[in-house]
């Protein structure tokens, strides 16, 4: 059974920094990609930012240049900078990783951004 566990979420006050980590454990033979999304109250869950294996990264307009994803292969974690935070970044945050070729989703961190 595999697994994804988040960690590093908070309250923060604008401008501020959080940095996101979250783990795969389990029977993992194979992970073709990672990302974070997030969803804010009354709003539907968006992708924030991904990476492949190889290093390819995307990320929405509204974070590009203030936050950075990347991932450490050999410890199975994938990890999201935040800086330069704003209120309207208030959402819970959620890992998503294709792994043995199969959707996982950790339970969600919450991030705070107070203005």
């Known amino acids: 059974q595999v697994q994804l566990v988040e960690s590093g979420g908070g309250l923060v006050q604008a401008g501020g920094s959080l940095r996101l980590s979250c783990a795969a454990s389990?029977?993992?033979?194979?992970?073709?990609?990672w990302a974070w999304y997030r969803q804010a109250p009354g709003k539907q869950r968006e992708l924030v930012a991904s990476?492949?294996?190889?290093?390819?990264?995307n990320y929405v307009d509204s974070v590009k240049g203030r936050f950075t994803i990347s991932r450490d292969n050999a410890k199975t974690m994938v990890y999201l900078q935040m800086d330069t935070l704003k209120p309207e970044d208030t959402a819970v945050f959620y890992c998503?990783?294709?792994?043995?070729?199969?959707?996982?989703w950790g339970q969600g961190t919450q991030v705070t951004v107070s203005s």
């Open positions: 998503y990783a294709l792994i043995n070729r199969r959707d996982y």
């Open positions: 389990g029977s993992i033979f194979s992970i073709n990609a």
């Open positions: 990476i492949t294996t190889g290093g390819t990264t």
